[in-house]
C-alpha cells in the first residue's frame, strides 16, 4: 500500500508546564477526509498549527509519503502541499477577488518600461476557479471581496490553494459561520477535492457535517486522541456522547426529561 500522505507518530505538544497535545498519532490519505472532531479546547487548533507549521511538536514524529520531515515555518508545510482556510477564508475584504486569489504570486505584464499586475487575467482565473466550483454568481474577478458571502469567500480560499497545487487541505471549522444553504454548498466543494484526490482535514464540531462528507474521523478529548475510526463505525449519537464526555449528556438528557415530565403534571393540575 501506498505510504499515507501525512502520518503524525506520538506527537506531543507542550507549553511551558502546560501539555496541550499527548500521544496523538493519525493519517491522512490522499483522496480521503479526515474529519477532526472534539469539543472546545481539545486541542484541534494546536493540531491543525503543527500540521500547518505554525508549531513544531515538543515530541514524536511527522512523515510525509512515507518520509520524516519537520516543518519549521508555514512556508515549509505549503511547499509539501499543505494548504490551510481558516474559519473566515483569509482572504481580504478590501481587495477585490483576482488579487485577493493572487495575493503573493501576483501576475504581471509589461506596461511600457514598468511590470503592472495583471488585473484582467487575475480577475478571469479566479472567477473561472471560483466557478468550477460551483459559485457562478460570481463574474466579475474586480469585484471587492467584503461584498461575497460567508460560502463565497470560503470557495474564493478552497479555488486558490486547489489552483496553486495543493495536495492536503486543512478546513479549520470553514461551515461554523455560515447558513444551512452555504454550509451545504462547502461541503459540495469539500467533496469535489476529494474526488480530486486531494487530501482533506476538516475541523468542525458539527457531527451531521462531519458524517455527511468523512471517511475517517479522529476525536480529541482534552489533548488525547479518545476515539480514530473509519465511516460507519460509529453512529452519530456515539461520535456526540464521545466527544461531549458520554455521560454529562447522558445526565442532561435525564434532566430535561424530568423537568418535561414535571412541567406536563404541573400543566394538567
Known amino acids: 500500500m501506498a505510504a ?14 502546560t501539555d496541550v497535545l499527548t500521544g496523538i498519532s493519525v493519517q491522512v490519505n490522499p483522496g480521503e477526509v479526515l474529519c477532526l472532531l472534539g469539543d472546545n479546547g481539545a486541542g484541534k487548533s494546536t493540531l491543525i498549527k503543527i500540521l500547518s507549521g505554525v508549531h513544531q511538536p515538543t515530541s514524536g514524529t ?7 520531515v519537520a516543518f519549521r515555518s508555514p512556508r515549509d508545510a505549503s ?9 473566515f477564508g483569509g482572504t481580504f475584504p478590501l ?3 483576482g488579487r485577493s486569489f493572487f495575493v503573493g504570486a ?10 503592472r499586475f495583471d488585473r484582467k487575467y487575475a480577475g478571469g482565473i479566479a472567477v473561472k ?38 495536495k492536503l487541505l486543512i478546513l479549520d471549522e470553514p461551515t461554523a459561520a455560515l447558513g444551512v444553504k452555504e454550509a451545504a454548498h462547502v461541503l459540495r466543494i469539500i467533496m469535489q477535492a476529494r474526488q480530486k484526490g486531494i487530501a482533506v482535514v476538516l475541523v468542525t464540531h458539527h457531527v451531521t457535517h462531519a458524517m455527511t462528507v468523512g471517511d475517517h474521523f479522529a476525536v480529541l ?24 464526555g458520554g455521560e454529562a449528556m447522558a ?12 412541567e406536563a403534571k404541573a400543566g394538567q393540575l
Not at 79 to 87: E, K, S
Not at 139 to 166: C, H, K, M, N, P
Not at 228 to 242: C, P
Not at 251 to 262: K, Q
Open 4 to 17: 499515507p500522505l501525512l502520518e503524525l507518530k506520538d506527537v506531543c505538544k507542550s507549553f511551558g508546564a
Open 62 to 68: 511527522i512523515q510525509a509519503g512515507g518520509e520524516p
Open 79 to 87: 511547499a509539501r502541499g499543505i494548504a490551510t482556510v481558516h474559519q
Open 95 to 97: 481587495m477585490s477577488i
Open 106 to 115: 501576483e501576475p504581471t505584464k509589461w506596461r511600457g518600461p514598468f511590470r
Open 129 to 166: 476557479e471560483m466557478q468550477s466550483l460551483g459559485i457562478t454568481r460570481v463574474t466579475d474577478g474586480d469585484r471587492l471581496v467584503g461584498g461575497l458571502s460567508g460560502g463565497e469567500r470560503q470557495a474564493l480560499a478552497i479555488a486558490r490553494a486547489v489552483y496553486f497545487g495543493a
Open 221 to 244: 478529548i482534552r489533548g488525547a486522541l479518545a476515539a480514530d475510526f473509519r465511516k460507519g463505525e460509529r453512529s452519530r449519537e456515539e461520535i456526540t456522547d464521545l466527544m461531549a
Open 251 to 262: 445526565e442532561l438528557e435525564a434532566e430535561i426529561e424530568a423537568f418535561t415530565t414535571t
